[in-house]
């Protein structure tokens, strides 16, 4: 089941290459958040000052 679910999702489609695209900027913006600066690292740093 589990290598039908794979090879359906790697299938050559418009659907499944904007869901890869769609995964990979998700990525992208995670890591962005918890870099130095980062929104997950600005929002930790203002919660610790107000603990």
Do not use: C, Q
Request: net charge positive; aromatic share 4%; charged share 45%.
């Amino acid at each position: 089941m589990l290598r039908e679910e794979y090879m359906t999702l790697m299938d050559e489609t418009k659907e499944n290459e904007d869901r890869r695209k769609r995964a990979k900027d998700l990525a992208e913006m995670a890591k962005r958040a918890v870099k130095e600066a980062g929104s997950s690292d600005f929002n930790v740093k203002l919660l610790s000052k107000i603990s």
